[in-house]
């Protein structure tokens, strides 16, 4: 494969197969953390070396005609750890973005694999969106039969492999940002105060964000041996009673995935499924349902609507979940028997709407005021912020805007809409 780069030949002696059990303890003890990349693909390298009996494994970057060699079983010099991809099983294996197998040089006629091996195992590192940036290639200096059971656990450990990498230049961006922010901050003389708070506000959020995708990154990794030890026992345990226990813990697995996934929620950009919606029609229904929430015990609502034939493009279950979190708001803020407003009226030009909605709780002091809306700034003592500012978010994202203000006569949030005419 990579004949400017070759090591010398491992002359370690025969291993024994690995047993499962001795895969799954390979899987629970790598560990990752954001600074120590290169120990953990070192470790991965040497995983499969010794899960799979290499003489080389290595872990690779490909980008463009540059290859680069980021991780060894063997140890390696500096010089030694670049490559051209041109015409290699790497380039291969990364232009397919599927596994490749070799196992006798003397059965393939066309192959680039360096003189003194005969076998080959090369699987693709692939991002979240599919696309292979490298490899995790192992040599062999003898022929090697590789079964369906010991590639699927290569493929396993070159996922690890890249949501690592993934996460470590997502990381590296970050940083990269928040050295641009603090240097343009330092440039502003004008508004030193306004600049210093924005900085450290963005510091917050990304301190959050990394949190959020460490937090994922440990959790998920251990979920996925777990999975994959409870689909082997489906099919090794043959009993209705065993069956019935393995499938709860299967919905339960993949139910933590689909939390694990939403915890990332607040974090990612706002991907909206627009539609055509009527807003009349919409509030309608919308509000006889959410007079069923808790909060709502004991309260009522007052409509206006003065426009009764209005329409916007919108996500119709995130501009639920808006206007979901603004009413149980008000419902806390106001007591029992009292009433929250709402009513559509137009908005600040002829191309926008406006959805207020008041209730006459006591005012939000104005020191609070225009923080409310960012993370972690609430009125309430157990709130985070975090649904008003997913909700400032969203209808953001559908190019409207959300404005909250306060007086003697309680608060009123209004929303704005561009309408779709």
């Known amino acids: 494969m990579m004949s400017k780069s070759q090591p010398p030949v491992n002359s370690a002696s025969f291993m024994p197969p690995v047993s499962p059990e001795l895969e799954m303890e390979y899987l629970t003890t790598l560990n990752y953390r954001s600074g120590d990349l290169a120990a953990y693909l070192t470790e991965i390298s040497r995983s499969v070396s010794r899960l799979i009996q ?16 980021i991780a060894s079983n063997l140890e390696m010099r500096r010089e030694s750890a670049s490559f051209s991809v041109h015409r290699t099983l790497a380039a291969e294996v990364v232009q397919s973005v599927r596994s490749l197998v070799i196992e006798n040089r003397q059965n393939m006629r066309d192959h680039n694999l360096a003189s003194e091996y005969h076998a080959y195992l090369g699987v693709p590192l692939k991002m979240r969106n599919q696309a292979a940036i490298g490899t995790i290639c192992s040599f062999l200096c003898h022929p090697r039969s590789f079964t369906e059971a010991e590639v699927k656990m290569v493929e396993l450990f070159a996922e690890r492999a890249a949501t690592a990498i993934e996460n470590f230049w997502l990381y590296q961006h970050q940083l990269q940002v928040n050295h641009q922010l603090s240097q343009e901050a330092a440039a502003c003389s004008i508004d030193l105060k306004r600049s210093q708070g924005q900085l450290i506000e963005q510091e917050r959020l990304a301190a959050i964000g990394e949190f959020t995708t460490m937090i994922v990154h440990e959790v998920r990794n251990p979920l996925t041996t777990i999975e994959l030890g409870l689909r082997y026992a489906q099919k090794v345990l043959q009993p209705d009673s065993d069956q019935q226990r393995l499938n709860l813990a299967l919905k339960e697995s993949e139910r933590l995935k689909h939390l694990l996934n939403d915890i990332l929620y ?24 959410v007079q069923d929430v808790p909060e709502a015990v004991d309260r009522r609502i007052k409509y206006t609507n003065s426009l ?10 995130k501009l639920k979940q808006v206007f979901l979190n603004l009413f149980r708001n008000a419902f806390e803020a106001i007591a029992p028997q009292e009433a929250v407003d709402c009513s559509i009226r137009p908005g600040i030009n002829v ?9 006459g709780g006591a005012p939000i002091p ?56």
């Not at 009764?308 to 279950?317: G, I, N, R, S, T």
């Not at 960012?374 to 909700?391: D, E, N, Q, R």
């Open 54 to 69: 290499s003489d080389w494994t290595i872990v690779t970057l490909c980008q463009g005609e540059t290859g680069q060699i």
């Open 266 to 289: 607040y974090a990612k950009p706002q991907v909206l499924k627009l539609s055509r919606l009527n807003l009349s029609l919409f509030l309608d229904e919308f509000l006889l349902q």
């Open 308 to 317: 009764p034939e209005v329409a916007v493009m919108a996500d119709l279950d």
């Open 351 to 359: 191309n926008s709407i406006c959805i207020e909605i008041h209730n």
């Open 366 to 421: 104005p020191e609070l005021l225009s923080q409310i809306g960012t993370p972690f700034c609430s009125t309430k003592p157990s709130g985070t912020g975090l649904g008003l500012a997913i909700s400032k978010r969203i209808i953001a994202a559908h190019g409207g805007e959300l404005i909250i203000e306060s007086s003697v006569s309680g608060t009123k949030v209004s929303v704005y809409l561009p309408m779709n005419l």
